[in-house]
């Protein structure tokens, strides 16, 4: 019986390494036997014993390809690439500014394309490769916010620019997943329901109390679900986008 780790030998790249679910990624990875690139918008120094860390602006095409060039150079090859870098908005639509837009959007979907598409050759070369996105419930759901049981909640919890830049992730996963097929290349995200983190702790009580499972969830199950996607057990799977959300929502 084989004692090999099953990632052992994999080359892995996860953006957004530095907060709660790309860090908890990385260990995730790394305790599979991946080797990785750690990414960034500052060096996520630490997070990993080994790992290549770098600082990278997802929104910018250059920097994207200058750090999978250092990924493969440093490593030989690129197999995973995990999208976890974005950030959060909130507001309501009547309200929010057009820059607030554009910065979501810009970070949140555009980066996740831009590190799609750096990847794309590296992993066709070795017709192999493993591709998971960060999306989100409220990709799916039209937000947690009930805006017609109290307005205030609306502006509190309402994020429509995240939402769409999340469902835009879905669908660019869709896409990408029918593309790639034929090279070898899964395409896969994770759309995680509220999670305790840094970015969360205003997440309003009445909504938690309306998780199933009672509690919100933790960056360690996130990157479970991650790592699966990304190791050999899921090789049948593509075009999938895979539910944390404590039965928040149900598809």
């Not at 994020?159 to 070898?184: C, M, P, Q, W």
């Not at 970015?199 to 009672?214: C, D, E, H, K, R």
Request: hydrophobic share 50%.
């Amino acid at each position: 019986m084989s004692s090999a780790l099953p990632l052992e030998g994999r080359v892995a790249l996860v953006t957004g390494a530095a907060g709660g679910i790309g860090s908890a990624t990385a260990r995730a990875l790394a305790g599979r036997g991946a080797k990785l690139a750690l990414a960034d918008r500052m060096p996520p120094e630490g997070v990993v014993d080994g790992a290549l860390a770098m600082a990278v602006d997802v929104t910018r095409a250059d920097d994207v390809s200058a750090m999978v060039a250092r990924t493969v150079e440093a490593f030989g090859g690129l197999d995973i690439l995990v999208n976890v870098a974005g950030v959060v908005s909130t507001g309501a639509a009547a309200t929010l500014p057009e820059a607030e837009w554009d910065r979501v959007l810009d970070v949140n979907l555009k980066g996740t394309f831009l590190c799609c598409q750096a990847a794309i050759p590296a992993m066709r070369a070795n017709r192999y490769g493993r591709i998971v996105n960060i999306g989100s419930i409220v990709g799916k759901n039209g937000g947690n916010a009930r805006a017609w049981l109290d307005p205030a909640e609306q502006e509190k919890a309402g994020n429509i620019a995240y939402g769409v830049s999340k469902a835009g992730v879905h669908t660019l996963t869709f896409f990408l997943a029918r593309e790639l097929a034929a090279d070898g290349i899964t395409v896969n995200a994770v759309a995680p329901g509220p999670i305790a983190s840094a970015m969360t702790t205003s997440f309003p009580a009445n909504l938690q109390a309306l998780i199933p499972v009672g509690r919100m969830g933790r960056a360690e199950e996130v990157a479970a679900a991650i790592a699966f996607l990304a190791g050999p057990d899921a090789a049948f799977i593509t075009a999938e986008v895979l539910d944390v959300n404590g039965g928040m929502w149900a598809d």
